[in-house]
């Protein structure tokens, strides 16, 4: 089995910035995608920045030039890095991997963290 822990997130002014960390462990053979999705109550979860084992990003184009998505392989961690934050950027974020196990493949979720943004 496959957790995820996520730290970093909190309560910052609007033009701030956060980074949010989230660290994979269990028996894992190797992870392929990590990402970061973030949902708001009443809407859908929505991809906000995924990284590949080989370093391809991809980002929501709500925070293109404004976040930036990196990860340590040797750690599996995974980070995001948040600056000129907005309040519409408040949300609970999400850790997302997927990758192999010595049991198959999984794909695990973190427990969320909160993103608050004040005006």
């Known amino acids: 089995q496959v957790q995820l822990v996520e730290s970093g997130g909190g309560l910052v002014q609007a033009g701030g910035s956060l980074r949010l960390s989230c660290a994979a462990s269990g028996s894992i053979l190797s992870i392929n995608a990590m990402g970061w999705y973030r949902q708001v109550p009443g809407k859908q979860r929505e991809l906000v920045a995924a990284i590949t084992s080989g370093g391809s990003t991809n980002y929501a184009d709500s925070v293109k030039g404004r976040f930036t998505i990196s990860r340590d392989n040797a750690k599996n961690t995974v980070y995001l890095r948040m600056n000129s934050l907005r309040p519409e950027d408040t949300a609970v974020y999400y850790c997302?991997?997927?990758?192999?196990?010595?049991?198959?493949?999984?794909?695990?979720w973190g427990q969320g963290t909160q993103v608050t943004v004040s005006s």
């Open positions: 997302n991997t997927v990758g192999f196990t010595p049991a198959g493949d999984f794909g695990s």
